[in-house]
């Protein structure tokens, strides 16, 4: 196998190049993320109508699998769980402030 020798010039274009497609990627992924997250807040209603805990560590695992099973890489199966144990984690804030807030504003209204 050869190595390329780039120039400075073409190692610049590259870097731009590269570094523009991950500002696209990165914006579509803000709004996925946020597209999940409003999923996740209809989830926390229904939870809270049902009693429901909001913690379910079955959910979680079906979740690591269905990623694990759609990866195709270069990222490991176990890099990729751990960006979703990450983004699971923000999620279930999310739905703890959800309901937070709601006791506190039925504490005020009472």
Known sequence: MTKT???PEEIQRVLAE?????DIIDTRLV????????AVQEIGQAKDAAKMAIYE????????????AANAGPLSGEALKRVF???????RTLQKQRRAAEQNARRGDS
């Open 5 to 7: 020798t780039l120039s």
């Open 85 to 91: 144990e990450r983004i699971i984690d923000e999620m």
């Open 18 to 22: 590269n570094r523009a497609k991950i």
């Open 57 to 68: 560590p079955k959910r979680e695992d079906d979740v690591y699998r269905n990623v694990q």
């Open 31 to 38: 709004d996925l993320l946020n597209q999940r997250a409003a």
